[in-house]
């Protein structure tokens, strides 16, 4: 599969990049990674497609480095399934890590020893806080029967910290972490958007607009990438669609 965006050319280059690895692959189509997911959905799920039947899919891929938002039409004729894309948003700086760059600014507030890192030592911080975050996320258990609400731990005080302490300069080893409240808040700004960046909730109403569609002329939502286990974002999203629509993968890879 490739991203929606790729053209001729980006296909063209694909394949002579397989070709010159000693894949052949000049006979093997490109699908869309929207579509991509589409299809897994309905095997994951057993769901079936019946004739003349038509259905409106948003597939939300929320990955490391960018969100990719596509709002799918598929019908069913003569035995022949059709899917035309309707719209696309694809964000290259909207992706998860930029909960770890918020985590990070959070922290340099409360540890003046994480100012002026070098890169390596701040990207070293970066990792320490998706790590952070993984775990945290871990800790809150929603269920699409209860809407996804969060348990009262997901906005606590509780502050969470990595075993091991965070290695800055010339010895120095502190402790960071942050609480859930915190971790709850970013979210909210990552979702919401502030003055001057534009959140999901943003790229998902630009989508709908593209297509001429309101929410309600969507049937399901597949949520997919990394961000699909953040229970955070499960939360956002049912407070956006019905929950009975979500569907998230469980073949999704990144954490």
Not at 4 to 23: D, P, R, S
Not at 145 to 162: C, G, Q, R, W, Y
Request: some cysteine.
């Amino acid at each position: 599969s490739v991203p929606v965006g790729f053209g001729t050319w980006e296909k063209k280059q694909l394949k002579l990049a397989f070709n010159a690895a000693g894949i052949d692959c000049d006979d093997v189509p490109f699908i869309e990674e929207p579509n991509a997911a589409l299809i897994n959905h309905f095997y994951e799920f057993s769901n079936t497609l019946n004739e003349n039947q038509k259905i409106k899919a948003m597939v939300l891929d929320i990955g490391a480095g960018t969100v990719d938002i596509a709002l799918i039409q598929i019908e069913k004729i003569e035995g022949q399934v059709i899917s035309n894309i309707l719209s696309v948003k694809r964000d290259g700086k909207m992706g998860s890590e930029q909960i770890d760059i918020s985590m990070a600014e959070v922290m340099k507030l409360s540890f003046p020893e994480l100012n002026s890192l070098s890169d390596g030592i701040y990207h070293k911080l970066l990792f320490y806080c998706e790590e952070l975050k993984k775990i945290m996320c871990k800790h809150v258990i929603t269920d699409k029967h209860v809407n996804f609400k969060l348990p009262d731990i997901a906005k606590s005080e509780l502050n969470i910290s990595l075993p091991n302490p965070f290695h800055v300069t010339n010895g120095t080893v502190i402790q960071i972490g942050i609480t859930y409240k915190t971790l709850y808040d970013l979210m909210h700004l990552y979702w919401y958007g502030t003055e001057n960046k534009i959140g999901i909730q943003q790229s998902i109403n630009d989508s709908l607009n593209e297509a001429t569609c309101m929410k309600s002329d969507v049937d399901m939502v597949i949520i997919t990438g990394g961000g699909g286990r953040n229970p955070y974002l499960r939360y956002l999203l049912a407070k956006e669609f019905p929950p009975e629509k979500l569907f998230i993968s469980d073949n999704i890879q990144e954490q």
